[in-house]
T-cell receptor
């Protein structure tokens, strides 16, 4: 248990669905992140939040919409996804931005 | 373009063997190199290396950074089946302007057979 909890663990959705991924950290960290991990590709940074403020959007399509209501919670709202969006979505947190990240167990997303 | 290359991409060994995983990088304004172990889903932090030639150790795992060769190795001695995982290397770089700072390699998948 890393102190970062993600739900759901698995998600199957159609291209017209709307769903949300949730992440909660119990470590008192200030920064939170969404990463995408596709097969045979490096981890790709999607979004960074520092003290609830979004500091980076790594050219992510608008069908992915992040929300950070406080330093402990992070959401990723999904709508009209494409099959190529199927991947493992990892949430992470750290005390300082990009300093020793702690990852959650991820949500394995399949888009049909 | 900044990049991190890990080799080999996959490795199969028997329990008790010693393995060496490699990570090379080409990044501007290097700050540190990190190793993570990913078993099942969640990557867990192993080491952070900032200075050349200083070995970090944790049990049977050790790692060292060579800034001249722009590379790092992760050694695992007397491997056990529980060491089976994907080992990720990432490089943290200083940026001005807010672009992505942590660059990951594709990982090395290690399988340890009994």
């Amino acid at each position: 248990e890393t102190g970062v909890t993600q739900t759901p663990r698995h998600l199957v959705m159609g291209m017209t669905n709307k769903k949300s991924l949730k992440c909660e950290q119990h470590l008192g960290h200030n920064a939170m992140y969404w990463y995408k991990q596709s097969a045979k590709k490096p981890l790709e940074l999607m979004f960074v939040y520092n003290f609830k403020e979004q500091t980076e959007n790594n050219s992510v399509p608008s069908r992915f919409s992040p929300e950070c209501p406080n330093s402990s919670h992070l959401f990723l709202h999904l709508h009209t996804l494409q099959p190529e969006d199927s991947a493992l979505y990892l949430c992470a947190s750290s005390q300082e931005v990009f300093w020793k990240l702690f990852f959650g167990s991820g949500t394995q997303l399949s888009v049909l | 373009e900044d990049k991190v290359v890990q080799s080999p991409l996959s490795l199969v060994v028997h329990e008790g063997d010693t393995v060496t995983l490699n990570c090379s990088y080409e990044v501007t304004n290097f700050r540190s190199l990190l190793w993570y172990k990913q078993e099942k889903k969640a990557p867990t932090f192993l080491f952070m290396l900032t200075s050349s030639g200083i070995e970090k150790k944790s049990g049977r795992l050790s790692s060292i950074l060579d800034k001249k060769e722009l590379s790092s190795i992760l050694n695992i001695t007397a491997t056990q089946t529980g060491d089976s995982a994907i080992y990720l290397c990432a490089v943290d770089r200083d940026t001005q302007g807010g672009s992505e700072k942590l660059v990951f390699g594709k990982g090395t998948k290690l399988t340890v057979n009994p």
